[in-house]
Every structure is written in structure tokens, then in C-alpha cells.
């Protein structure tokens, strides 16, 4: 296919003309692929990010579709994969905790409207170009946090892991403390199928890396999940799930944009910020450096500032780009931000499909 005629303004303002012209039909079925594993995989993740975020599950699927898709197309890395994150899940939380009830209707409006103005102020930094100060960051200052990152991960998941209810906690020494704390509730049918799950996981990268291990892990530890439940029943396994969701497409929201309500959330936004788009520009770094790409530090700001603005409206939470999904993406096979998009079709086909027949 011809290149674009050379157009600077256009594409700075519709950044995806740049890449457009790669896609083809090779590059749409790597990308559809790439697609089907990432939505395959947000679906339990979305999930567990919203609980950590104290916000109800399904907001964690709604941050994973519009500003998924808008992150991809406006921002500049080719596999980038923007949505709901376990950092600033917790930041969310730490941050809304002290204003209001986690769950609660306010706490979820006071959500939205921290994504609109964290949003704003990336938006801000990428039209004034600051993105030059993110350029700073030393690559060991990337590498211990995209570690630190991981550590926390594999903490806040233990308490799932497990089985038991440790509640919410934002500190990392509270994770520790809370899921200690709760050792003796441990469900041995529910830490089973976790162990299954990473085994799965395991054996399938050693052996057979072209099948995506992250995707058998999830379809194994699915299915044991759901045959340990119809043989022995959920309330003796310990293994819960969510129940229906109320619907698979994003419901339009209305942040509050009360005096009040913006002085309020002015730090926790400038806070968010901060974290967000260090995690962004961090991951999309390490992905660019495996992939040879260069990237625009503004223009990636500027993605993510619209991908939170639109997630206000489109009941999202702050996002940004994700360790799990971005390494994913890449590994599977992608070629362009379509793959990203396509994650976003392919998790409403999913919860269209699922809904229905089964509880989450």
C-alpha cells in the first residue's frame, strides 16, 4: 500500500494516519489474535483492578473499552494496550477512601470525575510539550518500577489466591499484613485452582510458548473453577464469583463538576497523574526498546489524556497503560493499535456471549 502524503498537522491531529498504512491483511489477522488473547485476558483483570480500585467489578470492563481504544489510536506506540491497572487502582482507592465510602454511588461519581481531571492535566502536558520532562526517568529508575509494579501485583492478588477476604487495603504493608492476617481462612479448593492455573501457565510457556500461556492459564483455571463448583458447590469450595453484569456495553456517565467536589480531588488528580503517566511512558519505553520503535513522549500523553477524558464519560475510572496487557500484546504477535481496538470488540463479544449462560 502508498504511503500518506506527508501531512504534519493531520497527523499530529489524528496521530493513527502515521500507522495506517501498515495495516493490511496480514497485519489485521496478527492483530486480531493479538486481540482475542488480550480481551480474553482483561476479563478476569478489569475485574479484579475495579475491586481493588473499591469501585463495583463492571467498571473495571467499562475502563477497558472506550479509553482502550482512544489511548491506542491517539497515542504512539504500536503496542501499547491502555485500561485499568492494579497501580493506580490503589491510588484510586488511597486517595477517594478518606471522601467517601468505597462502593458507594459518591465514591464512584467522585471516580469519574478524577479520571476527567487527571485527563485534563495530561492533556495539558502534552499540548505544552512537557513531555520532555518524563525524559528524565533513568532506565533504572523504569526497571524498579516496573518491578515494583510486579511485586505488588503478586501481593494484592494473594488474598485471591487464597481464597479469603483481607478487604481493602492501598499500602503495600497493609496487603502484607491483611493477608497474613487471614492465613488461617484459607480455601484449599480455591488455592488449588490457583496453583492449577499458574502451573498451567507455566508448563505451556516451557513447552509451548506459541500457544499464549497466559490465555490456556485463564481457560484452565476457568474450567476447574467451574467443575470444583457444580461437584462440591461454591459455598464449600471457596472460589466466588460476581454473578451477572449488568450489561456489556459502557453506560454514559456524568462526572460531578461541583466547586466542591474539583477542590477536593485536585491533589488526588495531580497524584493520579503523576503515577499514571509514569506507568505509561515506563511500559511503553520497555515495549518500544524489545520492538525497535520510537516513540513521542508528548504525543503519548496526549493518548492517555484522552483516554481518561472519554473514560469520565463512558464510566471509566483513571487508566493507563498496563504491564500485563502491553508484554501480552507484544508477545502475541501485534502489528499495530488495531490489535488494541480489536481487544475492545472482542471483550463486548465476550460479555454479550457470557452474560447470559454463566456468572463471571
Known amino acids: 500500500r502508498p504511503p500518506l502524503p506527508e501531512q504534519p498537522f493531520l497527523r499530529r491531529l489524528f496521530p493513527f494516519l502515521a500507522w495506517w498504512p501498515r495495516v493490511d491483511r496480514k497485519s489485521l489477522r496478527a492483530d486480531a489474535m493479538a486481540g482475542l488473547i488480550g480481551a480474553v485476558v482483561v476479563l478476569p483483570q478489569g475485574v479484579a483492578y475495579a475491586t481493588l480500585a473499591g469501585l463495583p467489578p463492571e467498571y473495571g470492563l467499562y475502563c477497558a473499552m472506550v479509553p482502550t481504544a482512544i489511548a491506542a489510536l491517539f497515542g504512539s506506540s504500536l503496542h501499547a494496550v491502555s485500561g485499568p491497572t ?26 469519574l470525575t478524577l479520571s476527567l481531571m487527571s485527563g485534563l492535566l495530561m492533556l495539558a502536558m502534552g499540548f505544552f510539550r512537557l513531555g520532555v520532562l518524563v525524559n528524565f526517568i533513568s532506565n533504572g529508575v523504569i526497571i524498579g ?178 504491564v500485563n496487557r502491553c508484554g501480552i500484546n507484544f508477545e502475541s504477535g501485534a502489528r499495530t493499535p488495531v490489535s488494541a481496538v480489536m481487544s475492545v470488540l472482542f471483550l463486548v463479544l465476550l460479555l454479550l456471549v457470557l452474560a447470559p449462560v454463566a456468572a463471571l
Open 86 to 111: 492494579n497501580a493506580v487502582s490503589l491510588m484510586v482507592l488511597a486517595m477517594l477512601t478518606p471522601l467517601a465510602v468505597p462502593g458507594s454511588s459518591g465514591f464512584v461519581s467522585m471516580a
Open 145 to 322: 518500577f516496573t518491578s515494583a509494579v510486579g511485586i505488588i501485583i503478586i501481593v494484592s492478588q494473594i488474598s485471591q489466591l487464597f481464597g479469603t477476604h483481607s478487604g481493602h487495603a492501598s499500602q503495600f504493608y497493609e496487603m502484607l499484613h491483611n493477608t497474613i492476617a487471614h492465613l488461617n481462612e484459607v480455601h484449599p479448593w480455591a488455592l488449588a485452582v490457583g496453583v492449577l492455573t499458574i502451573i498451567a501457565g507455566a508448563l505451556t510457556k516451557h513447552y509451548t510458548p506459541r500457544m499464549v500461556p497466559m490465555l490456556v492459564a485463564t481457560v484452565v483455571g476457568t474450567v476447574s473453577a467451574l467443575a470444583i463448583n457444580f461437584a462440591v458447590g461454591a459455598d464449600y469450595s471457596g472460589i466466588r464469583t460476581l454473578g451477572a453484569l449488568p450489561g456489556a456495553l459502557p453506560p454514559l456517565s456524568l462526572p460531578d463538576l461541583s466547586g466542591d467536589t474539583l477542590t477536593n480531588l485536585m491533589a488526588p488528580a495531580i497524584a493520579v497523574t503523576i503515577l499514571a503517566v509514569t506507568q505509561a511512558i515506563a511500559i511503553v519505553r520497555a515495549v518500544a526498546i524489545k520492538s525497535g520503535q520510537r516513540i513521542d513522549t508528548n504525543q503519548e500523553l496526549i493518548g492517555q489524556g484522552l483516554s481518561n477524558v472519554a473514560g469520565a464519560f463512558f464510566s471509566g475510572y483513571p487508566s493507563s497503560a498496563s
